[in-house]
């Protein structure tokens, strides 16, 4: 498998089940302004939607969005307990998470590493980024992950997102559950290291 991937972009969160997974791949990094692989090939030929992650199976086929790459990979080491498999509310549970963090977190930081966004589109996601961390806050609060004791896919998504808030002054520090949640998830071994690998850390 190789995953296409920008350093600290989304696909960081893949990256991370890539390296929690313990199974065999390869990187190669894009600049999604010119939309070339480190390689020199044309990246729009590789996905045609011309953003990351993608992951290009051992079979040929090309998968892409996070939340279904991380599915996938937890889905091929079922042992690793990435993603729930048996108890099938629990997977929805983890389906409903990564839908809030995609579409409620991922989505509002977007207009602050937009130039066209106006400052009137980035007060309007930073008032709805606030709420949906207080949420989000709260309800780690009595949680060691989001699923309860047990790391998931849902954890390294919103680990990713969650460090975005430095680029753009955002004090986690009003919501202390937060960054004891980013502490915790960033000990693992497998964080650290595709953390490295993207020259995060």
């Known amino acids: 498998m190789k995953l296409f991937y920008k350093a600290g972009a989304c696909?960081?969160?893949?990256?991370?089940?890539?390296?929690?997974?313990?199974l065999a791949y390869e990187t190669e990094a894009v600049d999604l302004k010119t939309k070339v692989t480190t390689d020199g090939a044309d990246f729009t030929r590789i996905n045609a939607k011309g953003y990351v992650p993608a992951l290009l199976l051992d079979s040929g086929e090309l998968l892409t969005e996070g939340?279904?790459?991380?599915q996938y990979v937890a889905d091929q080491v079922p042992a690793k307990h990435l993603a729930p498999?048996?108890?099938?509310?629990?997977?929805y549970r983890l389906q409903?998470?990564?839908?809030?963090?995609?579409?409620?977190?991922?989505?509002n930081f977007s207009p602050?590493?937009?130039?066209?966004?106006?400052?009137?589109?980035?007060?309007a996601a930073l008032a709805s980024l606030e709420r949906r961390l207080a949420y989000t806050a709260q309800y780690l609060d009595d949680k060691q992950f989001l699923?309860?004791?047990?790391?998931?896919?849902?954890?390294?998504y919103l680990f990713t997102v969650l460090g975005w808030a430095q680029h753009i002054d955002l004090d986690l520090g009003k919501w202390?559950?937060?960054?004891?949640?980013?502490a915790r998830v960033g000990t693992r071994p497998g964080v650290q290291?595709?953390?490295?690998?993207?020259?995060?850390?």
Do not use: C
Not at 11 to 22: D, K, Q, R
Not at 112 to 123: I, Q, R, T, Y
């Open 11 to 22: 696909s960081l969160a893949s990256h991370i089940v890539l390296e929690e997974s313990g």
């Open 67 to 70: 939340p279904a790459i991380m």
């Open 85 to 91: 498999l048996a108890d099938a509310m629990t997977r």
């Open 96 to 107: 409903s998470w990564l839908t809030f963090i995609g579409t409620e977190l991922h989505k």
């Open 112 to 123: 602050f590493f937009n130039p066209a966004a106006s400052s009137d589109w980035k007060a």
């Open 147 to 156: 699923l309860g004791d047990e790391f998931s896919i849902g954890d390294a």
């Open 176 to 182: 202390p559950a937060l960054p004891a949640y980013q």
């Open 193 to 201: 290291a595709a953390m490295k690998a993207e020259g995060l850390i």
